[in-house]
């Protein structure tokens, strides 16, 4: 019986001292008053507030991961002076850094090092791009062939290509509608172009439609079907007629100031 009490006490001794409390406070006595380039503040961190954060000088960062914990500057041993970098180093923490490049470099976070946007080509391999490579607000841009575009990433549709905006593509199947009615597509740069229609049509900002008869009040260009002639809704401003060449109507631009014969048609047609 004496032995079963006594194997108890020591089972009892043994768990209490295997529980017991820490008390200890990891800002007690305070360990960031020694430490360099730390402004002597201490917050206590983990469970209970037995670890410690210091908090640093300015350019300084906190380094939890070493043994002797202390702040410390990833620009210290000039890590910028590398080919494409002007050396300037920039801090965001204990190991991260960023160096600011030369024009026509970029940095890249994971190989810690300014790569030349242009080599290697990134336009030898690009569809319709002629293959020579430029540098332009810190990306590269592919000079393409005739009537093609270079559109950048900052295009959430297209990405680094070289578009010709009157194809088929990504924004519409079949840019200016009815092909029968078009006379032809001018691409103006990656996503903008006008559709000049036959002549008989006019475009509706759609595709291009028939005009209409011509008569009173008209706000489009209209046709005079008896004579063939195509009509500008400005025939009644005396100051336009002399800059008909010089205007566009309805994605008409080839206007013509009108003879007296042809104007005369208006009143014997009327």
Known sequence: MKKLFLLLALILIFSVSG???ND???CE????EVKEHS?????EDGWGGQYYICECEENYFWDPRKAEKKCVDPCEGDPCSISGSTGVCTASGYDEYECECEYGFVWEDEELKCIDLCDPNPCDDKEHSTGVCEKKDGRYVCECEKNYFWVS???LLYCNECVNPCL????ESNPCGNPETLKECIPKSGKKYTCVCKDGFRWNGVECVEL???SPGDSVPCKDSSTGLLWSTKISDYGMLKQCSSFSEGHFSNWETPSIDQLRTLI???
């Open 168 to 171: 088929p593509n990504k924004y």
């Open 39 to 43: 402004t002597g503040v201490c917050e």
């Open 268 to 270: 014997r047609n009327r």
């Open 24 to 26: 200890k406070k990891g």
């Open 212 to 214: 209409n008869e011509c």
């Open 153 to 155: 990433c900052s295009d």
């Open 19 to 21: 529980c017991q409390k």
């Open 29 to 32: 006595p305070n360990p960031c």
